[in-house]
């Protein structure tokens, strides 16, 4: 009973790691998205300012 207890809490707190690093990786992913949406947002200004 007690080995299938501890295996279940390993098991959770492995869960809860790769969720942790899933959410890591989520943001990073957000910070690189956001960025490029800046960076092509500010070409698109001065691409339309030039035409002003």
Not at 20 to 43: F, R, T, W, Y
């Amino acid at each position: 009973m007690l080995s299938k207890i501890s295996i279940l809490l390993t098991n959770h707190q492995l869960t809860l790691k790769d969720i942790s690093q899933n959410q890591h990786l989520a943001e990073q992913d957000l910070k690189k998205n956001l960025m490029k949406i800046l960076i092509i947002g500010q070409a698109q200004f001065y691409q339309l300012c030039r035409h002003l």
